[in-house]
């Protein structure tokens, strides 16, 4: 078996890298394309729906495809230091490329609005981590403010490599299906990656790999949900933490990706989220974040809504790691039973 070697190296044609660009790599990149045989028999039966298991990269979200460019760019360029204003995975993802760099990370986040796992895996990696008392808006003005200096590189989205980076997902998508979907959903916060997925698409059709192209949908969450309204929201609430952002960096990007392609954005509540979140969990198999959540979602609503003819095939993007927000995890589902260590307690709890 030949080893996958990351994305870099994997689309190196697609990218914008030479030869002497040093690569900073986790082999990020060849995540899980699963169908969803159970969900679709139970909700969709007429639908081919798939799950691309994003979760399953090396800091458990898709970030770390941009990143891994992000990162040997800012290398390549001789930055000294690496900066992000983030959610969660964003920090998760730089706090680790930054270490493979050797290079110091400094993130802001909004203080206890960032799902447990994340804030352990910055503080693991090393990251200076800076919590602001405001929202993720706010800490994304401040770091580009502070990063104006050329030694000091952002790794936000705003980082024309990131997206370039995150693009080879939909390249992975079609290399595993051997076409485009039809349909590909994905959860909208600051919207770089539906947009990213977009030029993927459009780039490996140009390049001959597919012949046409899907309908993006972009779902975000009610409170916040700024694309849906045609604007920004100045306080979002939601409890998928990933996604809770109310004025996008990638907004014009997002609305032509979805006027270019015929698809649409929408809204979801977080009850729908969670209830997502929990047949992806019980139905399929599958523990994803909140945030990732909010795909499926989409799905079953756009399922009432529209009609989606026999033999569709769907792709939602599932974007980071249930183990990112244990806290949500464990609150949507029942206290474990504590019993004496005896056969007979454990028994007649488990009513056998
Ligand atoms: C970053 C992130 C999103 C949102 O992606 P955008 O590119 O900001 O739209 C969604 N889900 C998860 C898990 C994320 O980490």
């Known amino acids: 078996m030949i080893m996958w070697r990351g994305v870099i190296e994997e689309f190196r044609k697609f990218l914008p890298i030479d030869e002497s660009t040093p690569v900073v790599s986790l082999c990020e990149g060849n995540t899980p394309l699963i169908p969803a045989t159970c969900l679709a028999k139970q909700l969709f039966p007429q639908i081919n729906l798939y799950l691309k298991f994003e979760g399953a990269n090396p800091t458990g979200s898709f970030k770390d495809r941009g990143m891994s460019l992000a990162v040997s760019k800012a290398l390549e360029k001789g930055a000294q230091a690496l900066m992000c204003a983030s959610t969660g995975n ?29 804030l352990a895996q910055a503080m693991a990696h090393g990251a200076t981590v800076i919590q602001i008392e405001g929202n993720f808006d706010q800490a994304l003005g401040i770091v580009k403010e502070l990063s104006q200096d050329d030694s000091i590189e952002l790794v936000n989205s705003l980082n024309p490599y990131r997206l370039e980076g995150q693009k080879t997902g939909a390249m992975e998508v079609s290399d595993q299906l051997g076409v485009a979907p039809d349909l590909h959903i994905l959860p909208v916060g600051n919207a770089g990656n539906i947009s990213a997925y977009w030029r993927g698409y459009k780039e490996y059709r140009t390049a001959g790999q597919i012949h046409a192209l899907p309908q993006m949908i972009g779902v975000q969450a009610e409170g916040a949900a ?5 604007r920004v929201v100045e306080d979002p609430q939601t409890i998928a933490t990933a996604i809770r952002i109310g004025n996008p960096a990638s907004w014009r990007l997002a609305v032509q990706a979805m006027e270019e392609s015929n698809g649409r954005i929408f809204d979801v509540s977080d009850e729908e989220i969670l209830h997502a979140h929990a047949l992806l969990a019980q139905v399929e198999g599958v523990f994803c974040e909140p945030a990732s959540a909010a795909s499926l979602a989409g799905l079953v609503k756009l399922n009432q809504v529209s009609h989606l003819p026999e033999g569709t095939t769907i792709v939602c993007t599932l974007t980071g790691h249930g183990l990112k927000d244990p806290d949500t995890a464990m609150k949507a589902s029942p206290e474990p039973l504590t019993v004496k260590a005896s056969r007979d307690d454990v028994s007649a709890a488990l009513r056998l």
């Open 226 to 230: 700024p694309l849906v309204h045609g």
């Open 90 to 118: 964003t920090s998760a993802s730089a706090a680790a490329y930054g270490a493979k760099a050797g290079l110091p990370v400094y993130v802001l986040v909004p203080m206890g609005k960032v799902a447990l796992g994340k």
